[in-house]
């Protein structure tokens, strides 16, 4: 079974940086969409940025273009996310989640694997 650990959260001033880690055991994460969801208090969980890695698929929310970048590493069957200039509405719980069900969909009911989450909070 597909298993799932997040690690790189923490406390960031605005406009630092972080890079989140998914690492996984089981099953290589090459011929999955894993998808980086976040969830800030009070609000639903929302898809961050995918990746397809054997599709050559990689996918972001508006409000991260040009400032997350996800990247898979085959040799350690690693998702990360490297985030950049860092707003304080970037702060959540970002939990990173594998699925065989289309192309980078962000409806999390299609993600059969999760991990336990990472804590990120961005303050001035």
């Known amino acids: 079974q597909l298993q799932l650990v997040e690690s790189g959260g923490g406390l960031v001033q605005i406009g630092g940086s972080l890079r989140l880690s998914c690492a996984a055991s089981g099953f290589p994460l090459d011929i999955y969409n894993i998808n980086w969801f976040r969830q800030a208090p009070g609000k639903e969980r929302e898809g961050v940025s995918c990746?397809?890695?054997?599709?050559?698929?990689?996918k972001y929310d508006d409000s991260v273009k040009g400032r997350f970048t996800i990247s898979l590493d085959n040799a350690k069957n690693t998702v990360y996310l490297e985030m950049n200039s860092l707003k304080p509405e970037d702060t959540g719980i970002y939990y990173c989640?594998?699925?065989?069900?289309?192309?980078?969909?962000?409806?999390?009911?299609?993600?059969?694997?999760w991990g336990q989450g990472t804590e990120v909070t961005v303050s001035s």
């Open positions: 990746i397809k890695n054997n599709e050559a698929i990689t």
């Open positions: 989640a594998a699925s065989v069900l289309g192309r980078c969909l962000n409806d999390p009911l299609l993600y059969a694997y």
